[in-house]
């Protein structure tokens, strides 16, 4: 067995993170696997134009909601506990005042989609989405507080939940015959689960008296301010949604150029092919970020390199085995009729490129975790311009094409990029190193 992977598991610290993605994980699998039982069932009901109208919805409320997420999170977790006491009550402005605005961004962009396809079935089902953003407030300072006590059972348990749920009911209301409803009901119903995880026996710290009178006129992005809080969260946000946009860029190119039955086969493939590893994947993101911002005897390049190879060890084993099985499984699970609509080679195709896809969440993580969010924002701008230049010409050639142009693109640039991120950080350390003797 050779030394690094012997040492991944003795590192006390990648314990901790192999506890927490463990929590993370397991929580996102049992989810996806009642979601599976329930994407069975809407793939036999729905209409790949159905799933088209679905993929807008959805993409639509991701890339609005992808600000809102670290916003206040990611500079709440890395403060000391006095600022962070201090900052709850700018941060919670900021959440309720984030979320009316997406609240209003959707809505008006319904009014736009509807026009643009010249179909009005988006307009209320946007709407009713919209109305998540308005929900989530009510815990967000809560699991910023959970992931600062590292409590990831918690925030497991709340993923878990309302991954059930939005099965359950998904699968119930298909069945019944809601249609889309279906699918966009739950994910607002079980917001209020996530919520109610959260916040369950969860006090959030209290400001002291003296504490007020010492900040009533603090100094300039003092730690707990509002405009500190921004400073620190707004670029993590953008450098989000870039990631965002470089996620689910495929879905708007795809819808603009071949239509809303193309966009309808290629979501049901992405889904049904990445959603359980995108799932681990983006657990691992979660857990990773607190990792790294919890001050250990070892150094931050040397968690990111060893969580690394903890996550590839985890992932490309079930991937691999995914894939290979997927000509079998895909025609008995979900019906013949997606593999005749040509989703068979864009399964298998997306797929494989979930092999990749764990070094961008941990470059993006170590990144951001390491103050370095301007270098992370202009590499996931870079890799969004480069997916939408070879999307845009592999259109022309159809959706294998696209599936085929995405996993090279991904297979190219995510490796090489964390392989200079990595050969950098050497560079650095290995030059500390040789100045140490001298200033001795």
Same mark, same amino acid.
């Given at each position: ?27 996102? &699998? ?7 039982? /329930? /994407? ?52 919670? =402005? ?5 979320? $009316? ?5 959707? @809505? ?18 946007? $709407? ?87 900040? $009533?006129?603090?100094?300039?992005? =003092?730690?707990? @301010?509002?405009? *500190? ?12 949604? *870039? ?14 150029? +071949? ?30 970020? @607190? ?10 390049? &040397?968690?990111?390199?060893?969580? +690394? ?27 013949? =009729?997606?593999?005749? *609509? ?19 969440? *941990? ?5 951001? @975790? ?63 190193? =040789? ?6």
């Amino acid at each position: 067995m050779p030394n690094w992977f012997r040492s991944i598991f003795k590192s006390n610290s990648h314990q901790i993170l192999g506890k927490s993605l463990f929590w993370l994980g397991s929580a996102q &699998i049992i989810g996806r696997v009642v979601r599976l039982v /329930s /994407s069975i069932i809407i793939a036999r009901l729905l209409t790949p134009e159905n799933f088209g109208e679905v993929a807008i919805i959805l993409t639509s409320f991701e890339l609005i909601s992808t600000p809102l997420r670290r916003l206040t999170t990611a500079p709440l977790v890395k403060l000391s506990d006095d600022d962070f006491r201090q900052a709850l009550t700018n941060a919670n =402005k900021i959440n309720w005042l984030s979320s $009316i605005a997406a609240f209003i961004v959707m @809505s008006l962009l319904s009014l736009v989609l509807s026009h643009f396809y010249q179909n009005t079935d988006f307009v209320l089902p946007m $709407i009713f989405m919209a109305c998540s953003y308005l929900i989530l407030p009510l815990g967000k300072l809560h699991v910023a507080f959970n992931l600062r006590q590292n409590r990831m059972r918690v925030v497991g348990r709340a993923v878990l939940w309302q991954t059930l749920l939005d099965g359950v009911f998904t699968a119930i209301l298909a069945l019944i015959g809601f249609g889309i409803w279906a699918i966009i009901i739950p994910k607002v119903l079980v917001t209020f689960v996530w919520v109610f995880i959260h916040t369950y026996k969860n006090p959030l710290p209290r400001q002291k008296t003296q504490e007020k009178k010492e900040y $009533i006129n603090p100094p300039p992005l =003092k730690a707990h @301010s509002s405009n *500190a809080l921004l400073k620190f969260g707004l670029p993590v946000s953008i450098s989000d949604i *870039a990631l965002a946009a470089r996620q689910n860029i495929d879905y708007l190119l795809i819808g603009y150029f +071949l239509g809303v039955e193309a966009l309808g086969i290629y979501f049901f493939a992405f889904n049904t092919s990445l959603g359980i590893s995108l799932g681990l994947i983006q657990s691992y993101g979660v857990a990773l970020y @607190s990792h790294l911002c919890k001050p250990s005897e070892e150094s931050l390049h &040397i968690k990111f390199q060893q969580s +690394l190879k903890f996550i590839l060890l985890l992932t490309i084993p079930l991937i691999t085995l995914q894939a290979s099985l997927s000509p079998w499984y895909v025609p008995l699970i979900y019906g013949e =009729k997606w593999v005749e *609509a040509g989703a068979l080679p864009v399964f298998i195709l997306l797929c494989l490129s979930g092999l990749v896809r764990p070094l961008g969440e *941990a470059a993006s993580q170590y990144l951001i @975790s390491s103050g370095r969010t301007q270098l992370n924002l202009k590499a996931n701008l870079i890799l969004t311009l480069l997916l939408i230049i070879s999307i845009s010409f592999a259109s022309f050639w159809g959706l294998t094409a696209i599936a085929c142009a995405s996993l090279i693109c991904y297979c190219i640039t995510l490796p090489t990029f964390t392989y200079f991120l990595i050969k950098q950080q050497d560079k650095q350390t290995n030059a500390l190193k =040789k100045e140490l003797p001298n200033d001795a």
